[in-house]
């Protein structure tokens, strides 16, 4: 049971590439989402979906991509990297959505620097 | 813009000393969450209290959520080594967790 599954963990992007973070979970939950951690930021979300088929914008969604592909698999895709976006991700998952206020299960993150 | 803020930034006491760190909020919500993040690694759910909830204990955790205020307080009584690293809060009044910029606590052994 490994729980929540992001890759790569490191990656290196020139301003202009563009790349996929790919998270996979195994708890059959319903909610994913994609958040940035910059320092002293805190977590800011980026896109969440709270059931398969469907995706939402968070507070920080410019520049950004995303795909749920199916229960377990949620995607984010950076289309044409920005210094900016040099930050860590992560993904996280929940049962149900955070209004019935179940635990949310992150990964251990994705290290992306743009250069 | 993030519906949580920890008070202080930074912390650091004594093995066996107590460690108490303050949250601060916006608006209503159905629940505050408390996570820690070890550095490098990604947050792990410490504990919850919901709206309608005073105080809640977890083994050395003790949260507190006064909701007139809109504040929440997570204490960490007979501080470890391994107690170290960042602290979040988080709130929730639906689908989304805001997320504050968490408190960074150091405890020397």
């Known amino acids: 049971n490994a729980g929540v599954t992001q890759t790569p963990k490191f990656q290196v992007l020139k301003t202009g590439q563009s790349m996929t973070l790919q998270c996979a979970q195994d708890?059959?939950?319903?909610?994913m989402y994609w958040y940035r951690q910059d320092p002293g930021m805190g977590l800011r979300l980026i896109y969440y979906?709270?059931?398969?088929?469907?995706?939402d914008k968070g507070e920080v969604p410019n520049g950004y991509n995303v795909s749920r592909l199916n229960k377990r698999e949620f995607s984010l895709r950076l289309e044409s990297a920005a210094p900016s976006q040099t930050s860590v991700y992560f993904c996280a998952t929940t049962g149900a959505n955070a209004l019935t206020g179940n635990t949310i299960y992150f990964g251990e993150g994705s290290w992306l620097t743009v250069v | 813009s993030q519906q949580g803020e920890e008070d202080p930034q930074a912390l650091s006491i004594q093995e066996g000393e107590n460690a108490t760190m303050n949250c601060s909020y916006k608006t209503s919500i159905n629940n505050l969450q408390w996570y820690r993040q070890n550095s490098g690694r990604g947050l792990v759910h410490l504990i919850l209290i919901r709206s309608n909830e005073r105080e809640k204990h977890s083994g050395r955790l003790r949260v507190t959520l006064d909701t007139s205020k809109k504040s929440s307080s997570l204490l960490i009584t007979a501080s470890r080594a391994a107690d170290t690293a960042s602290y979040f809060c988080a709130c929730s009044n639906d689908y989304k967790l805001s997320f504050g910029a968490g408190t960074t606590v150091t405890v020397r052994a």
């Open positions: 708890m059959n939950h319903n909610s």
């Open positions: 979906s709270a059931s398969e088929g469907t995706t």
